[in-house]
């Protein structure tokens, strides 16, 4: 029984040993079990092939060392390429461009900044300046001509507009328009009397009753004056000074004005008269009559000079013609002095 054991025991023993070193052989590399079995030969075989691959890895490293050397000699010579074609032209242009840019810089003072070289702004401005002269007088000496010839043509183009009488009763048609009576019939109202003999003896040319009742005429007041009026509806006055002075348009643009002033002499109209125009002839027998007043018509029959009948003041009712050839308005104006009426 024990020997049995011990046979046992020792089979389990060389077992266990043979598993140990089966264990460790299939543990260990490959190569080293290959060496192993091999022996010394594939040992030796295996060393002079360790030293033909050191020969080969010298070539190796040498065709190494000739391609690194190739390489730093070939960036060597692209780094000075590069140096002497790109950066050092590169650092030498500001150099060159300075003193170019230093005078520009210079020229803005004095011209725009967008001109590169100072001789090109200097010949710009020296060519243009004749050229634009040299434009210019012609052109005005022409413009000059041609306005001279329009000056001397002028009074023909603005020729004195006609002052027509279409139905021949005296009245001109400018007033016919302002009066409110018919252009083409000598009696407007049919009342047999003509527009003209109604309208100089303050009858209503349009109806019946008196002047002051036409629809076509209103009543002008001046309380500073202390006077009445009466001018065409569709005439525009205007007060100026105080009411010192009176001014109508009429529609082309003549006027009639009433101004006011002192008689501090208190002379009458003919006195008053001759001493401010310092005539030698007597104009007594001259003087006309209203209401309230007495008066003269001046030479060039555009002013009528009148005192009231205290001779406090003198009034002056002047035509001032837009045209000095055209009178279109002359019984209008007598209408106003007609219809002046001394007030108090
Ligand atoms: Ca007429
Ligand atoms: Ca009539």
Known sequence: MLGKNNKKTNIDDATAARVNQELIVHNMPSVSTRSFVSGNVNTAVSGSQFLGATDNKNKHQTVGIVIIGLGLVFVGVLVYLSY???IKPAAQ??????PLVSPVSEVPEKT???ISTSTASSTAVVEVAPSVIEMVNPDIIESTSTASTTIEEMPIIIETPPILDADVDGLSDDEELALGTDTTLPDSDGDTYGD??????GYNPTGSDKLSASTYLTKYQSQTGKYEI???KSWVLKSLNNDYATIISAPDNSLMQISVQGNPKIQNISSWYDSTFSLETAS???VQKGNGWEGIMGEDSLNFYLTDNNRENIYIISYIPALSDRLAYPNIFEMIINSFKITN
Do not use: K
Request: glycine content about 4%; overall charge neutral; hydrophobic content about 30%.
């Open 230 to 232: 009466y001018y065409p």
């Open 284 to 286: 007594t027998n001259r």
């Open 196 to 201: 003209l003999s109604e309208l100089g003896n």
């Open 84 to 86: 002497r074609f790109i």
């Open 112 to 114: 725009p900044p967008l």
């Open 93 to 98: 242009e500001p150099t060159v461009t300075a």
